[in-house]
């Protein structure tokens, strides 16, 4: 008898769990609520920093990359590889006209300090720009980036040429956060182009 009624829980217990994992499946992906399931309490990894201009040396290890993730950053003072953690949650607003449904990613960007030494930028330290750029759901099932306010850090003018900062190819496995900003090229020149970071599930 003992036997029958475990197995008759143990039989309970996995429809149940089955039935809870599926909710998310069973919602519509047309609406928000379906389509927000698949991103919302996930968490994500920076892997990657694309600087879109010309190499640069941020490390001053005589090696210019495009990636800087790979070998520049991790050099540097300041350099946290714990804070590069994305982490999207629902935003919700509701103004009188019409309700806005959104996500808001929570990230902090590293982002190099420059300083002047015997007449030459070097990168004094990285900072970490905390920011929630949004991605705003539509009736129809679409979704549309909102650009992200920076502004302006005292000690630090690049921070104000940064521009345009939006999240781009978003999927449940990845997303991009794109922004126009200035490096310093090889050349002891301000350069502007555009940095992406690309985390991954």
């Given at each position: 008898m003992n036997n029958k009624l475990n197995f008759l829980l143990i039989v309970l217990l996995t429809a149940f769990s089955v039935s809870v994992?599926?909710?998310?499946d069973d919602l519509d992906p047309n609406t928000f609520e379906g389509a927000s399931a698949r991103?919302?309490?996930?968490t994500y990894q920076l892997t990657k920093v694309h600087w879109s201009g010309t190499p640069v040396d941020l490390d001053s290890d005589g090696i210019l990359r495009w990636d800087l993730m790979e070998g520049e950053m991790s050099h540097l003072k300041g350099f946290d590889p714990y804070r590069h953690i994305g982490v999207v949650q629902i935003h919700r607003s509701q103004s009188n006209s019409k309700p806005t449904s959104s996500l808001d990613?929570?990230?902090g960007l590293p982002f190099p300090v420059y300083t002047l030494i015997d007449g030459k930028w070097k990168v004094a330290y990285m900072m970490y720009l905390s920011v929630s750029?949004?991605?705003v759901f539509h009736n129809d099932g679409h979704w549309t980036s909102v650009t992200y306010?920076?502004?302006?850090?005292s000690n630090h003018p690049l921070i104000g040429k940064i521009d345009n900062l939006v999240v781009t190819d978003m999927n449940p496995n990845s997303f991009n956060i794109r922004m126009e900003c200035c490096l310093i090229n090889e050349k002891n020149e301000l350069e502007e182009n555009v940095l992406v970071y690309h985390y991954q599930r």
């Open positions: 994992t599926s909710c998310d991103y919302v309490g996930n990613f929570l990230v750029p949004e991605m306010p920076i502004y302006n850090y």
